[in-house]
């Protein structure tokens, strides 16, 4: 006769998982392979950068399918590396990025969200008509940013796509 324990029944653990705090799911992942296929997933849902290394990098490349949330302090040496290894993206938090962000983020077809903080903007980058683009993107936050009067019906016409 065949009996499971509880603990190994991925429901119980996904509501275990639901109760710890973020960092704690890391570790969950390797008490048992049962758990690793649990709790590896969920360690990778949301993740936090404020540089990448060259470990972390490959990292990102084996688990960037698990990414829903990624949080990173940009720099210009990352453009493209995102794309690459967050096929599933949804939300994408960056701090000081690269005035380029866009020519690279229109490779992640999942993105409905996009915050970036402290970016300064070339009055010539195009960059409201380049977001005009993400027919997909939901939710947008710009953090101190002026708008050029040019721009500003550009603007409005986003944020009447946005939720």
Same mark, same amino acid.
């Given at each position: 006769?065949?009996?499971?324990?509880? $603990?190994? $029944?991925?429901?119980t653990?996904?509501?275990v998982?639901?109760?710890?705090?973020?960092?704690?799911?890391?570790?969950?992942?390797?008490?048992?392979?049962?758990?690793?296929?649990?709790? &590896?997933?969920l360690?990778?849902?949301?993740?936090?950068?404020?540089?990448?290394?060259p470990?972390?990098?490959?990292?990102?490349?084996l688990?960037?399918?698990?990414v829903?949330?990624?949080e990173?302090?940009?720099?210009?040496?990352?453009?493209g590396h995102?794309?690459?290894r967050?096929?599933t993206?949804?939300?994408?938090?960056?701090?000081?990025?690269?005035?380029?962000?866009l &020519?690279w983020?229109?490779?992640?077809?999942?993105?409905?969200?996009?915050d970036?903080?402290?970016?300064?903007?070339?009055?010539?980058?195009g960059?409201?008509?380049? /977001? $005009?683009?993400? &027919?997909?993107?939901?939710?947008l936050?710009?953090?101190?940013?002026?708008?050029?009067?040019?721009?500003?019906?550009?603007?409005?016409?986003?944020c009447?796509? /946005?939720?």
């Amino acid at each position: 006769m065949f009996s499971t324990h509880c $603990l190994d $029944l991925p429901e119980t653990l996904l509501c275990v998982a639901s109760y710890l705090p973020r960092r704690s799911l890391p570790v969950c992942a390797l008490v048992s392979k049962a758990w690793y296929r649990v709790f &590896h997933p969920l360690a990778w849902k949301e993740v936090e950068f404020n540089k990448l290394t060259p470990n972390q990098r490959g990292a990102i490349q084996l688990n960037g399918h698990f990414v829903r949330t990624f949080e990173i302090g940009f720099h210009s040496s990352m453009q493209g590396h995102i794309a690459l290894r967050l096929p599933t993206l949804d939300s994408l938090v960056v701090n000081r990025p690269h005035p380029n962000i866009l &020519h690279w983020v229109t490779e992640l077809p999942s993105l409905s969200r996009l915050d970036i903080k402290n970016i300064k903007l070339d009055p010539q980058s195009g960059f409201w008509d380049k /977001l $005009l683009e993400f &027919h997909h993107l939901r939710q947008l936050e710009i953090d101190e940013l002026e708008i050029p009067k040019e721009d500003v019906d550009t603007f409005w016409q986003i944020c009447t796509r /946005l939720e």
